[in-house]
């Protein structure tokens, strides 16, 4: 499985971005897929994932919105109201044997993107 991500940017605070993954090698239907972000000088930390319905970190919730396109075998990942705080390298993740209780760990994921990176000046 190979995953192609890109939208990231230089916003401000209050914009929005839409981050795209696109996925070579296996249905994203049949995958589960996941956003991580890691923020300089701190851990990598889930943000949302798709199994069945999406999930979503209690940071971002109510302002991202993870979404799948079944027939570009792409999911997306819409930032509203973006916070400096937002600030960080994103991933998109698939995971071959991901279950609802490890959905949120990113060792549970097989697959990695390159990464695209959001800035939010304030």
């Known amino acids: 499985v190979q995953l192609q991500a890109s939208g990231g940017g230089l916003v401000q605070a209050g914009d929005s971005l839409r981050l795209s993954c696109v996925a070579s090698?296996?249905?994203?239907?049949?995958?589960?897929m996941g956003w991580f972000r890691q923020a300089p000088g701190k851990e990598r930390e889930f943000v949302a994932a798709?199994?069945?319905?999406?999930s979503y970190a209690d940071s971002v919730k109510g302002r991202f919105t993870m979404s799948r396109d079944l027939a570009k075998n792409t999911v997306y990942l819409q930032m509203n109201s973006l916070k400096p705080e937002d600030t960080a390298v994103y991933y998109c993740a698939a995971g071959t044997g991901v279950i609802t209780s490890t959905m949120r760990e990113g060792a549970a994921y097989n697959y990695w993107g390159q990464g695209t990176q959001v800035t939010v000046s304030s």
């Open positions: 798709f199994r069945g319905n999406p």
């Open positions: 090698g296996r249905s994203v239907s049949r995958t589960v």
